[in-house]
């Protein structure tokens, strides 16, 4: 029986889509996100994340 790895980045995929949701380009974030990009660099990829949103990536 083979066990699924678990996604490392789960809590900040769903903060990410929050983001991306919030402009409308949760499309492109799951394309960069496909492409190997961790969260942060998806969002930033194009230019969604601000300032204040980093704050949300660094509080556990």
Same mark, same amino acid.
């Given at each position: !029986? @083979?066990?699924f790895k678990? #996604? @490392? %980045? %789960?809590?900040?995929? /769903?903060?990410a !889509?929050?983001i991306? *949701?919030?402009?409308?380009? =949760?499309? &492109?974030? @799951?394309?960069?996100?496909? #492409? /190997? +990009? #961790?969260?942060? &660099? *998806? +969002? &930033?990829?194009?230019? +969604?994340? =601000?300032?204040?949103?980093? *704050? +949300?990536f =660094?509080? @556990?």
């Amino acid at each position: !029986m @083979k066990l699924f790895k678990r #996604n @490392k %980045f %789960f809590h900040q995929d /769903r903060i990410a !889509m929050r983001i991306a *949701a919030r402009y409308g380009m =949760t499309y &492109e974030y @799951k394309l960069a996100r496909r #492409n /190997r +990009l #961790n969260p942060v &660099e *998806a +969002l &930033e990829d194009w230019d +969604l994340i =601000t300032p204040k949103d980093y *704050a +949300l990536f =660094t509080n @556990k």
